[in-house]
C-alpha cells in the first residue's frame, strides 16, 4: 500500500528491508514484499506495476544477492523480477530518468536478455542493397551484406576480452597509439568510475 503512495516511501521501504534481513535475519517478509510487488502475472499492464517490479529488485539487492541466490523462493523471485525489469526496459516503460534507474537494478541482478550481457551477441542481418542514411537522407548502397549487433558492445562482454588479456601485449597489435596509452594496470581507466560500469551498461 504504501508502495502505491509514490517514490516518498520508496527509501523508507528499502530501509525497513535491510532492518529486517540484516538486524533481525528475517527473509520471509521481504520475499513476501517481492511477490506481491511482481506478481506472476499482471493483471493490468499499469505504470503502478512497473514501479513496483522495480521496487521488487532494489528489494533484492538490498537483501543481498548472495543469499538471495542461496534460497529457493529467492532465486525464483530473483528470475521472475529479472524477466519483469527486461521487459520494462526493452517495451520503453515508464519515463526515461526511471528506465535508466530500473536498467542500473536489472544490471545488478543479471540482465537475462539474450546479446545484453551474453558472451555471444545477438546479430540482426543486414541485406544488400540500397539504405537510405543521415539526417539529409542520402541513398548508399550496401554492397555485400552483413550483421550487426542488436546492442551496443556491453560492460560484461568487453570484460571478456579485458579477462582475456585485451591490455596487454598479447593484443597490443590491436590499439593505436592513443587507445593504448589509456589505459591502467592492464584495464580500462573508466573501470574505476563505478556509475559506468553496470554490466548491461554500453562500454
Not at 538486524?23 to 506478481?39: E, H, I, M, Q, S
Not at 515508464?94 to 528506465?99: A, C, D, I, K, S
Request: with cysteine.
Amino acid at each position: 500500500r504504501l508502495a502505491a503512495d509514490g517514490a516518498l516511501w520508496r527509501e523508507v521501504i528499502l530501509l525497513a528491508v535491510g532492518r529486517l534481513v540484516h538486524l533481525a535475519g528475517d527473509t520471509d517478509k521481504p520475499y513476501a514484499l517481492v511477490n506481491r510487488l511482481c506478481p506472476q502475472t499482471v493483471v493490468a499492464d499499469k505504470e503502478s506495476a512497473w514501479r513496483h517490479a522495480w521496487l521488487a529488485g532494489d528489494v533484492l539487492l538490498e537483501m543481498g544477492l548472495a543469499r538471495v541466490r542461496e534460497d529457493d523462493w529467492g532465486a525464483a523471485l530473483l528470475g521472475r523480477v529479472a524477466q519483469r525489469l527486461a521487459r520494462l526496459v526493452a517495451e520503453g516503460r515508464l519515463t526515461p530518468r526511471e528506465r535508466l534507474d530500473a536498467g542500473d537494478t536489472l544490471g545488478q541482478l543479471g540482465d537475462p536478455r539474450p546479446g545484453v550481457c551474453t558472451p555471444e551477441p545477438e546479430l540482426i542481418a543486414i541485406p544488400a542493397g540500397p539504405f537510405l542514411m543521415g539526417e539529409k537522407q542520402h541513398e548508399i548502397m550496401i554492397e555485400q551484406p552483413y550483421a550487426i549487433g542488436r546492442y551496443p558492445v556491453t560492460n560484461a562482454q568487453y570484460r571478456l576480452f579485458i579477462e582475456d588479456g585485451g591490455y596487454t601485449e598479447k593484443w597490443r597489435r590491436c590499439w593505436t597509439e592513443d587507445g593504448w596509452a589509456y589505459h591502467d594496470r592492464g584495464q580500462p581507466r573508466y573501470l574505476h568510475e563505478e556509475q559506468y560500469n553496470r554490466p548491461n551498461q554500453p562500454v
